[in-house]
């Protein structure tokens, strides 16, 4: 068996050999050429490659851990953008109700001032008519002297008066009793 083995070890080498002269491999050239291979491809790959592959892996982790915070940034805005409105809705219904109370209170002022402004009146109507002889130039002894006195188509057609029976030119009395203000345009007539 060893010579079997001897033989066909020998039978490889003569065709290896062969190949090679066919082709024209040079031996020495082949060997220098592997060597110089190898120490090229290990500089490569201890200094570029491993470098080089490091970046990679750096910008891959930079990568996945901005798209982690983009993914968070974008919840914080939606949740701020949710408390902006929940804010700005707060804010237009306390806004409502300031302005709802501001009319009230305007309403209530106004009511107030047209309740004041009444009485006031109905103070100066009633020292008007209970006042004994009145205030000359008041206004109630204007709308007295108004009511009495004669148109001038009365003066030039007088005709009886209603209440009192006699001509309105003849010194009519008035309802609080008082007969100056007719007296003197009587007067002033003569």
Same mark, same amino acid.
């Given at each position: ?12 080498? %003569?065709? &290896?050999?062969?190949i090679a ?19 090229v491809?290990f500089?490569?790959?201890?200094? +570029?490659? *491993? ?12 990568i996945? /851990? ?5 993914? @968070?940034?974008k ?15 707060? &804010?237009?219904?306390? &806004?409502? *109700?300031?302005?709802? +109370?501001?009319?009230?209170?305007? *309403?209530s ?16 109507? &009633? @020292?008007?008519r209970?006042a004994?002889? +009145? ?5 109630? /002894?204007?709308r ?10 009365? *003066? @030039? ?12 030119? %003849? +010194?009519?009395?008035?309802? %609080?009793? /008082?007969?100056?203000?007719?007296e003197?345009?009587? %007067?002033?007539?003569?």
């Open positions: 068996m060893t010579f079997y083995l001897a033989s066909m070890t020998t039978e490889l080498q %003569d065709k &290896a050999q062969n002269d066919q082709f024209g491999v040079n031996w020495p050239m082949f060997i220098a050429q592997a060597v110089n291979f190898t120490l491809a500089v490569i790959y201890r200094f +570029g490659f *491993k470098g080089i592959l490091s970046t990679i892996k750096e910008r891959e982790k930079q996945s /851990d901005s798209l982690k915070h983009a993914e @968070k940034i919840l914080q805005l939606e949740e701020t953008e949710k408390k902006q409105k929940e804010t700005l809705q707060e &804010a237009s219904i306390e &806004a409502k *109700k300031t302005v709802a +109370g501001a009319q009230e209170q305007a *309403k002022y106004a009511e107030a001032q047209k309740e004041d402004a009444r009485k006031q009146a109905e103070e100066i109507v &009633a @020292k008007g209970f004994p002889g +009145g205030e000359r130039g008041s206004a109630g /002894d204007r007295r002297r108004f009511e009495f006195h004669p148109s001038p188509f009365e *003066k @030039k057609f007088p005709k009886k008066h209603a209440s009192t029976g006699s001509d309105a030119e %003849d +010194g009519a009395i008035r309802e %609080d009793g /008082d007969t100056s203000g007719i003197d345009d009587a %007067d002033q007539k003569r």
